[in-house]
């Protein structure tokens, strides 16, 4: 095990390793594509993990990642992000090379992407059913044939069906609300695929959100899943009721560099430029960031929500500590901050150390 002197993303293989197993059993059940998003850990050594449960296709966010995972072999990839016309070039480039799926939302955007395309690839229409951040809303078949008018102008392009992430699942406040929203944009999708299916016999349907990918048990006409965040989990995932604590794969190893007794506050190096500024409420109301493991001899043990991180500046976390919890933590040790969001503080952190200190490497950030 390697020395930690700095903040240091640490991931649990086993347990990546048994979440990746778990979605892809529910996907083989349940007859769906698992897609999967590989935006959590950005890493061709994790993406490599999934191999051994039959994953073969896979969903990115970016232009840029999928030359990263193109470059580590994956060839049949979901840019699922509403197609950026200006990086044409580069989409032509992976075009050539792999099997490639796009996302469209727009009618400017579908017709350049029929003018300019050079080599054949799959185009999905983005579908707002409730998040409200991207997508054409599911009511708006007018547009939407517009929309698929655009895309069969051209021969390379072949309309694949209609694509939602149904984000508003993060912020439910129940598990039934969970499925409420997932059930409600499945009925959505659903109407699409029927209304197109005469016209386009093999018009798919694919969903992506971890919430209801988890837990929902509804998935009578979908074709594939994309979850990504499953393969950590966070706190934000276990206070929605879709995972346990001890399904959380990452935690953020950061050093203790003072104590305020006064204020029953613990200063770690561990900031938002590690942890980002995703919060949750913790039991009494107040913002958290994290949850707070210690070392009792050889025993790891959580502390409860009176314990948590409290307040990030750039490189500083503080930690509000219960009083008869103060003593447990001295300068110079070493605490585990379990994350809100694991997607981000991966992203930040850039690149990752196994349980058993191996270095695992992330897309570079250029």
Not at 78 to 105: D, G, M
Not at 160 to 182: C, M, P, Q, W
Not at 297 to 310: A, C, F, P, R, W
Request: hydrophobic fraction near 40%; charged fraction near 25%; proline fraction near 2%.
């Amino acid at each position: 095990m390697i020395e930690i002197t700095r903040p240091t993303l640490v991931v649990d293989k086993k347990k990546c390793l048994q979440n990746i197993e778990k979605m892809a059993n529910k996907a083989a059940d349940f007859k769906l594509r698992f897609r999967p998003h590989f935006k959590t850990h950005q890493s061709a050594k994790i993406g490599e993990w999934y191999r051994e449960y039959g994953v073969n296709a896979i969903t990115v966010s970016s232009v840029q990642m999928a030359e990263y995972f193109a470059g580590h072999g994956w060839d049949d990839i979901t840019i699922a992000f509403s197609l950026n016309i200006r990086e044409i070039k580069n989409i032509n480039r992976l075009a050539e090379k792999i099997k490639l799926q796009l996302l469209v939302e727009n009618t400017e955007a579908a017709e350049v992407l029929a003018e300019k395309i050079k080599y054949p690839v799959e185009v999905w229409i983005k579908i707002d059913t409730g998040y409200n951040r991207t997508g054409i809303i599911s009511s708006n078949s007018y547009y939407i044939e517009s929309v698929v008018n655009k895309i069969t102008q051209s021969s390379k392009l072949t309309f694949k069906g209609f694509l939602t992430h149904t984000g508003h699942t993060y912020y439910a406040s129940s598990t039934d609300e969970i499925f409420s929203r997932h059930f409600d944009a499945l009925l959505k999708l659903r109407s699409l695929k029927q209304q197109y299916r005469f016209k386009f016999p093999d018009v798919e349907i694919s969903m992506g959100d971890t919430p209801a990918a988890s837990i929902a048990t509804s998935f009578d006409g979908v074709d594939e899943i994309r979850p990504g965040n499953f393969v950590f989990y966070d706190l934000m995932q276990h206070s929605l009721g879709v995972c346990r604590l001890t399904d959380i794969a990452v935690k953020v190893v950061c050093p203790v560099v003072a104590k305020h007794l006064l204020r029953n506050e613990v200063i770690i190096h561990g900031g938002a430029v590690h942890f980002s500024k995703d919060e949750i409420i913790n039991i009494d109301g107040k913002a958290m960031y994290g949850r707070i493991i210690i070392h009792k001899g050889e025993e790891k043990v959580m502390l409860d929500q009176m314990n948590y991180l409290s307040k990030l500046s750039q490189e500083h976390g503080t930690l509000k500590v219960a009083h008869n919890q103060f003593h447990n933590f001295e300068i110079g040790d070493l605490v585990e901050i379990v994350p809100v969001h694991s997607c981000l503080t991966a992203n930040l952190m850039g690149h990752m150390r196994a349980t058993d200190g191996e270095l695992i490497e992330m897309m570079p950030k250029y």
